[in-house]
């Protein structure tokens, strides 16, 4: 079956300007999560949704923000872009029913701020 | 607060030769915990997770790990590492509602000499 695919995969933005980040989960899973990843700060946890509420929220500015669409697509969007927010954004998606489910990770998209 | 350790930051071992990455966790609950791998400019591929029950499990890629509450942590074994082994290494352990926000240990680089 098809995996988790995130779009796009690179992305190059100006300061100042915002970005939308979509995820594609595994079909039948109704989670959605995001991480950053960044050399000095490693593997970030974002936020997750599931069946179109957020869940759970990292410890992120009110910049980042997320929804769930109904057939669990997932959109992250930052806006007033700043050069810290250039990172691998990493898309994972799991059944989400319970602690014993685990995720599977998208490929990322990698976002170079200019 | 719940966090994850990884104490070493870049580990050479020789191929054949066996190998062991450390993981430490704080996690006031049962922990789930999992270990994870990342190919440069890749997403995270699950190695194997625990969840309950026998504290050794088995992974994928002939890839083992221990759970000791006692000593909190869940180190990740492999008797023969092989080239293809060389990618960095994620311990993980889920957190927040429903265990689906992942807390990551900064990794572990393992490279492979021949």
């Known amino acids: 079956k098809a995996g988790v695919t995130q779009t796009p995969r690179y992305l190059i933005k100006t300061r100042g300007q915002q970005v939308t980040l979509s995820c594609s989960p595994i079909s039948g899973h109704r989670s959605v999560s995001w991480y950053q990843q960044t050399p000095g700060q490693g593997l970030q946890f974002l936020f997750e949704?599931?069946?179109?509420?957020?869940?759970n929220k990292g410890n992120f500015p009110g910049r980042f923000s997320g929804r769930q669409f109904s057939n669990s697509r997932s959109e992250m969007n930052v806006s007033t872009l700043e050069l810290g927010d250039s990172a691998l954004y990493l898309c994972?998606?799991?059944?989400?029913?319970?602690?014993?489910?685990?995720?599977?990770f998208g490929q990322g998209t990698r976002l170079t701020v200019v | 607060a719940q966090s994850v350790t990884q104490p070493d930051i870049h580990i050479t071992v020789s191929e054949g030769a066996s190998l062991e990455l450390r993981c430490n966790y704080s996690y006031g609950a049962t922990p789930y915990l999992f270990w994870y791998v990342q190919s440069p400019g890749q997403g995270l591929q699950l190695l194997l997770k625990y969840f309950s029950g026998d504290t050794l499990v088995q992974g994928i890629k002939g890839f083992e790990a221990e759970f000791k509450r006692s000593q909190s942590s869940f180190n990740l074994r492999k008797p023969s590492v092989h080239w293809s082994d060389a990618a960095e290494y994620f311990c993980a352990v889920g957190a927040g509602q429903a265990g689906t926000a992942l807390i990551f240990g900064k990794g572990t680089t393992l490279s492979v000499s021949s």
């Open positions: 994972a998606s799991s059944l989400g029913g319970g602690r014993t489910t685990e995720a599977f």
């Open positions: 949704y599931f069946s179109e509420t957020q869940r």
